[in-house]
Nanobody, 120 residues
Framework: QVHLVESAGGLVQAGGSLKLSCAAS????????MGWYRQAPGKQRELVAT??????NYADFVKGRFTVSRDNAKNTVYLQMNSLQPEDTAVYYC???????????????WGQGTQVTVSS
């Protein structure tokens, strides 16, 4: 069993910054990738940023503003969000692709989601 625990989001003004974290715990053999998706009201869930090994992948709409990073020793992924805009308002979900130890299997896990609201 694996659990992903996200930090609280929050309310920020346009142009502000916020940092999210997500820690994985449980029967973890190794982590393939960790990252973030988001879902705004009335829209589908979309990729924000993911990191596998030393390779980071970003959605075009966050390039240059958001940075994803991982602390492998802590099984934690971070999302530093700068220059936030009202259109970044959404529920942000942590995502992890993990190989569990017992049983040995490859699964995709999701966090519970955290609300980020950007006011204009």
């Amino acid at each position: 069993q694996v659990h992903l625990v996200e930090s609280a989001g929050g309310l920020v003004q346009a142009g502000g910054s916020l940092k999210l974290s997500c820690a994985a715990s449980g029967s973890i053999f190794s982590i393939d990738s960790m990252g973030w998706y988001r879902q705004a009201p009335g829209k589908q869930r979309e990729l924000v940023a993911t990191q596998a090994s030393n390779n980071a992948n970003y959605a075009d709409f966050v390039k240059g503003r958001f940075t994803v990073s991982r602390d492998n020793a802590k099984n934690t992924v971070y999302l530093q969000m700068n220059s936030l805009q009202p259109e970044d308002t959404a529920v942000y979900y942590c995502n992890a692709k993990i190989i569990t130890a017992r049983p040995l299997s490859y699964n995709v896990y999701w966090g519970q989601g955290t609300q980020v609201t950007v006011s204009s």
